[in-house]
């Protein structure tokens, strides 16, 4: 099997959503930076995104939904109505100069990772996981759905047992709506309770697709890799996936604005670590993360496990100075504590294992045998 490969693009290092909105860190950039920083990106392993065209993008999305996007950009302007219809020019998808390019950009990615890995192989795409979007509207930040468009690949390619798992902080919406009912794909989505979108519901499972696990805030280590050992790892080897597809956000982890999840780089890690294991294909994706240090810092160690890289206890000083450059426009970005600018890895957050958590996950289980 060929060495992983990384999808990037010089896009993400001057796009931004604009000053006040949450996507306004520099995410995917800093990944490139770092892993270059560290001697783990190479002319070999890196792979330039293209941009998405919209014939390939109305795979999944309606053509007046595309057609909107792109006015949307060249006029820097939204109208009434289509903000109405298609959630273009709001506070959560605002207008900005990149609006179409940049997440075609990362729908492009993560559909050429989809036919990279079509006879095998690992693909990271970090700039890919906008897992809220809708096939007619921008949703949560997500202008296009670039899961979904990755998923379909792999389907049309001809595989008909395909895994997505979502770790990210807030339900995965916009996939579970485009494969409710599906009996090629399995979805699992671990999430937290009460967190917007308000959906995946322990109840809801997609017309038999998904098994949705919503988590109480606080999650720690020691519960998610329960959740790993007893529902995530036996639910996919169950399903014999040809290829899985996982979207790691980077907002379930400890010091995240937009959630109250509490795990350590660790976890994601090890998820990682023990996904890749389990089906010849594997596509990484990022997904949230609205802490530029720790989405830097976890997604750069996602890269170094899906390689087999030791990442070390301790940055050099070329590679520190890529973290004590960044910038945040919060409070906690004023006087960052030395963890976020000199190691990858975050300290462990051990704990006991909820009994509710114990109880929801004794209810999912039963179903994977079914």
């Not at 919406?173 to 794909?185: C, I, K, P, R, W």
């Not at 997609?206 to 949705?212: D, I, L, V």
């Not at 301790?314 to 976020?340: C, K, V, Y």
Request: hydrophobic share 40%; charged share 20%.
């Amino acid at each position: 099997m060929q060495s992983p490969i990384f999808i990037g693009s010089e896009i993400y290092c001057n796009s931004t959503y604009g000053s006040k909105h949450p996507l306004a860190i520099p995410r995917v950039s800093t990944v490139i930076d770092l892993c270059r920083a560290l001697g783990w990106l190479t002319p070999e392993n890196y792979r330039v995104s293209p941009c998405a065209k919209p014939s390939a993008l109305e795979t999944f999305h309606t053509p007046d939904y595309i057609a909107a996007l792109q006015k949307a950009e060249q006029d820097q302007y939204v109208s009434d109505e289509t903000r109405e219809r298609y959630a273009l020019g709001t506070l959560s998808n605002p207008v900005f100069p990149e609006m179409y390019r940049r997440p075609a950009t990362a729908a492009g990615g993560s559909m050429l990772a989809a036919e990279l890995i079509r006879d095998g192989g690992i693909v990271f795409n970090p700039a890919g996981g906008t897992h809220h979007g809708l096939a007619d509207r921008a949703n949560g930040f997500c202008y296009l759905n670039d899961p979904v468009l990755a998923i379909r690949t792999l389907l049309n390619s001809g595989l008909d047992r395909v895994v997505y798992i979502d770790i990210d902080a807030h339900h995965c919406d916009g996939v579970e709506a485009a494969f409710h009912g599906s009996t090629n794909l399995r979805m699992i989505s671990m999430h937290e309770a009460r967190r917007w979108p308000l959906t995946g519901t322990l109840d809801d499972d997609a017309g038999g697709a998904a098994f949705n696990l919503p988590v109480a805030r606080g999650l720690n280590d020691d519960e998610f890799s329960a959740i790993m050992d007893e529902l995530i790892l036996p639910a996919t080897a169950a399903f014999k996936p040809q290829a899985i597809v996982l979207q790691c956000g980077a907002d379930a982890v400890t010091e995240d604005p937009l959630s109250r999840l509490t795990l350590s780089s660790s976890s994601h890690w090890n998820a990682v670590a023990a996904l890749k294991e389990l089906a010849p294909r594997f596509l990484v994706l990022g997904g949230g993360g609205y802490n530029p240090w720790s989405v830097g810092r976890l997604w750069t160690g996602v890269w170094a496990t899906l390689n087999g890289f030791y990442i070390p206890d301790r940055l050099d000083t070329d590679t520190q100075t890529i973290l004590r450059a960044l910038t945040w426009n919060r409070s906690a970005g004023r006087n960052p504590p030395p963890h976020w600018l000199d190691t990858l890895r975050d300290a462990p957050n051990f704990g006991p294992i909820q009994e509710e958590l114990k109880q929801d996950l004794r209810r999912l289980t039963a179903r994977i045998s079914r």
